[in-house]
């Protein structure tokens, strides 16, 4: 690691650059550190602005602190103040930092991820950051690297940390990089090892080696439940489409986990159905007592769509779809998605799951149901609604709202009329003395998250053939 420490040393420097072997570090190691010290610069820029410009404004508040609002002085820039810390936001950056008593020299993993994608203008090492590890956890990822490697420093916890004193007293120098003229972009290029990013062919066996770096890293990260979705992403890009088939496969045979879902979410935007069996072999590893139903409905879905072995693959979903409580849930949270998939795919079980996720303990999955119903709005549809609502109880009134609010849009006027009744045999919900009540919250907010819902229905039901079910034909 030292060679990494030495190259951004020469990079600050403007020392010409030598460097033309593949390094010992990959270029996104280096990337990533450069950026951790231009990083520092805007954090410390932030905690000047906290005392300069908003401490003096909460000074002067009568009662109450000043929490949010817009920054004196700083057209564009609002703020919020949070436990510990505060945020800076603008239309092209968003910086957060916890203040520490050390004028923000400890940064944060996650707030230092979201601030590299929240860029609109980034500069070109955080734009090649972005493009090496193009997602926020394999940031975090690579920063947990470098701390077990013994490159960051860990006060005053695991979580956060400090870079080491070295590369504190470059940050000003890195904050001011110039990186605009070809010849300058070149020999940052160089010196990190960023072949890649290089407009020749003279590099084209250092370009190899720091590809399969990257890839063998990313691979190792393919596996991991957080970090699938994105490591996939990337490998996407840089290997062929029938080695990133045989990736996706790799994934899918290995320890049942999220991971399973991300990998045949990105199958499934692919065309054909070559890996239908390393699919279906998933699913016939998966237990409905043991495992999450989020890869077993990934599975299920891509399986159906290609209608491979189709008896078997509802078999497994139904089974899923029957249990009434998942490991560490109150029920089941994908009970709405398995009323969709059968919709879609499955008419002869259709009626069953819909009326199942209508009468759901997991609320997510009642309104889901409940928003499709609602833009399918036909006779069926709305008997279904309406039963289910008569069906609830008043300790679930909350939760049975959704299902008021599909009615009372229907272009019925018994299922409106049917919603209107409903409403008026309610009591007003509980209150409390200190805060809200969870009726309260559930009864001020239902409309507006309603109304999200039934715009992702609007384009479900647009992109899907849904079938009648079997019984109401």
């Not at 190691?29 to 990083?39: D, F, G, K, P």
């Not at 407009?199 to 990313?218: G, I, K, P, Y």
């Not at 409905?297 to 891509?302: I, L, Q, R, T």
């Not at 289910?388 to 609010?405: E, I, M, P």
Request: charged share 25%; net charge negative.
């Amino acid at each position: 690691m030292s060679d990494l420490i030495q190259a951004i040393g020469v990079l600050l420097s403007g020392a010409p650059a030598s460097r033309v072997d593949a390094p010992a570090f990959r270029p996104d190691s280096a990337w990533l550190l450069v950026c951790l010290m231009r990083q520092l610069v805007r954090q410390r820029w932030l905690v000047r602005v906290v005392e300069e410009r908003l401490t003096p404004k909460r000074d002067a508040a009568d009662d109450e602190d000043e929490d949010s609002g817009e920054v004196p002085g700083l057209a564009g820039w609002s703020y919020e103040f949070h436990g510990r810390g505060c945020c800076l936001s603008s239309a092209g950056e968003i910086l957060d930092v916890d203040f520490h008593g050390d004028e923000g020299a400890t940064i944060d993993p996650y707030f230092f991820a979201t601030r590299i994608f929240s860029l609109k203008a980034p500069g070109l090492p955080e734009a090649r950051l972005a493009a090496l590890l193009p997602g926020r956890d394999l940031v975090v990822s690579g920063i947990r690297e470098l701390q077990a490697q013994g490159l960051l420093r860990h006060p005053p916890s695991e979580h956060v940390f400090r870079l080491p004193p070295a590369l504190e007293a470059l940050a000003d120098a890195a904050g001011a990089l110039d990186l605009e003229s070809p010849d300058a972009r070149e020999r940052s290029f160089l010196l990190l090892g960023d072949f890649e990013a290089l407009d020749s062919s003279v590099f084209a066996e250092r370009v190899l080696a720091v590809r399969e770096a990257r890839r063998e890293w990313l691979l190792a990260r393919a596996t991991v439940p957080s970090l699938a979705g994105d490591a996939l992403a990337a490998l996407q890009g840089l290997v062929s489409p029938d080695a990133f088939v045989l990736t996706c496969e790799r994934v899918l045979s290995g320890p049942i986990s999220s991971a399973m879902g991300a990998a045949i979410e990105r199958l499934d935007a692919l065309p054909g159905g070559a890996s239908c069996p390393a699919v279906f072999s998933l699913l016939q590893r998966m237990s409905p007592e043991e495992h999450h139903p989020h890869s077993l409905h990934a599975a299920a879905s891509y399986l159906l769509r290609r209608d491979f072995e189709r008896e078997r693959v509802l078999a497994a979903a139904l089974a899923f779809a029957r249990v009434d409580k998942v490991k560490g849930y109150g029920g089941n949270p994908y009970a709405g998605e398995f009323a969709l998939l059968a919709l879609e795919y499955a008419p002869e079980h259709a009626l069953e799951l819909v009326r199942r996720a209508l009468r759901s303990s997991v609320p997510m999955a009642r309104m889901q149901v409940a928003a499709v119903l609602c833009v399918l709005d036909t006779p069926w549809s709305q008997r279904e609604l309406s039963a289910a609502l008569q069906a609830s109880t008043s300790s679930d009134r909350g939760d049975a709202k959704y299902l008021q609010l599909a009615l009372a849009r229907s272009q019925s006027e018994w299922a409106r009329a049917v919603a209107a009744r409903w409403g008026r045999q309610q009591p007003p919900p509980a209150t409390s003395e200190v805060g809200f009540t969870h009726e309260e919250v559930l009864e001020a907010n239902a409309d507006g998250w309603f109304e999200h819902a039934l715009a992702k229905a609007r384009d479900w039901v647009q992109h899907r053939r849904i079938q009648t079910p079997n019984e109401l034909e």
